[in-house]
């Protein structure tokens, strides 16, 4: 159903644009200190997953209960299947702290996106994941830093056993990999998954709604099915927001394994 | 007859460009799925790789999305 379909009907439909992500609260439209929708909702974040955490580790037991039973098989995943097998057994417990939190953090924020009443991904703003992204990007660094030394760290980005005459090459591209693509690509991933998400949504429900309430009888099938679209996508919205979060501590923990190895 | 269309031209080169890491990630899915079909114990090792390779291909279609907004 394109736009100008719907505008001959109707009295015109605005398609949802990237004006639909701008909610401020409190504050003015255009200063920087605005207390936005997005920040509210991280803020509310932080304070479910502690009160989570906490409320699952309250009364430990040796048989859990069901929120022990939640909180130690998200912990076990993250532990388990992204930190250990990406970082090694020896030295995986360092980065766990980083990597649990990143990857609660992720997933509640993205999760909002389809809770009812909340139903915005904190994500779709470019600020939270790349404030996220530059603590992977520092943390990945300042590991690889420490562990081989100032030229060391720069010499490993080759590896050995080269011809002399493509050394510079293989270190020009593994410098902008690893100072440049990498940042960017891990934020841009997470913001443009759940802005993309949230704007199929829009475009659904919105769509829906439009059809439904001034379209003709035809249309009226069309916004059913729209509706319906939408329940689908919201379920695959799930299933991308829990993936984005795993794909970023992921790659949180391969970057950090990355820099520790001793060699390539 | 002159007809008129109305919208953003950026859309267009983003589904373009969409096409590419489409491709791409299906073949890495492939790829993962046939592996786990052979041995099927290699899995936990394939995981990460092919959600990795996903990632990667998956970040050149959201270029596009992000410069489609931006241009």
Same mark, same amino acid.
């Given at each position: 159903m394109s736009p100008t379909v719907l505008a001959a009907q109707g009295e015109g439909f605005t398609p949802p644009g990237k004006e639909d992500f701008w909610w401020p609260i409190?504050? =003015?439209?255009?200063? !920087?200190?605005t207390l936005t929708r997005p920040s509210v909702m991280a803020l509310l974040s932080v304070a479910l997953i502690a009160w989570f955490l906490l409320a699952a580790t309250?009364?430990?037991? %040796? #048989? !859990?209960?069901r929120l022990q039973f939640v909180g130690e098989g998200v912990y076990g995943f993250v532990r388990e299947s992204i930190a250990r097998d990406l970082?090694? =057994?020896?030295?995986f417990l360092k980065f766990m702290p980083l990597l649990f939190t990143q990857f609660m953090l992720i997933a509640v924020n993205n999760l909002f996106g389809i809770i !009812?009443? #909340?139903?915005? !991904?904190? %994500? =779709?703003?470019?600020g939270f994941p790349v404030a996220l992204a530059a603590i992977t990007y520092i943390t990945f660094h300042a590991v690889g830093f420490a562990r081989k030394g100032f030229v060391g760290y720069f010499k490993d980005l080759v590896p050995p056993g080269l011809p002399s005459w493509i050394v510079p090459f293989i270190f020009v591209l593994e410098f902008v990999d690893k100072f440049i693509t990498r940042p960017l690509t891990l934020s841009l991933r997470l913001f443009a998954n759940m802005f993309a998400g949230h704007l199929l949504l829009l475009v659904f429900i919105l769509g829906a709604e439009h059809l439904l309430l001034t379209g003709g009888p035809g249309l009226k099938v069309a916004g059913v099915l729209s509706g319906v679209l939408a329940i689908v996508m919201t379920f695959f919205e799930a299933l991308v927001e829990i993936l984005q979060a795993y794909i970023f501590t992921l790659l949180t923990a391969l970057y950090i394994g990355g820099a520790l190895a001793e060699e390539h | 007859m002159t007809g008129e269309i109305s919208g953003s031209l950026n859309l267009i080169g983003f589904g373009l460009s969409a096409i590419g890491p489409g491709v791409g990630i299906g073949l890495i899915f492939a790829a993962y799925i046939n592996g786990v079909a052979r041995q099927p114990e290699a899995r936990g090792m394939l995981q990460p790789i092919a959600f990795l390779g996903f990632a990667l291909a998956e970040a050149l279609a959201l270029f596009g999305l992000v410069l489609a907004f931006v241009l």
């Open positions: 409190l504050g =003015s439209d255009t200063s !920087p200190w309250r009364r430990r037991a %040796m #048989v !859990p209960g970082i090694g =057994s020896r030295e !009812p009443f #909340v139903q915005y !991904p904190t %994500m =779709s703003r470019f | -």
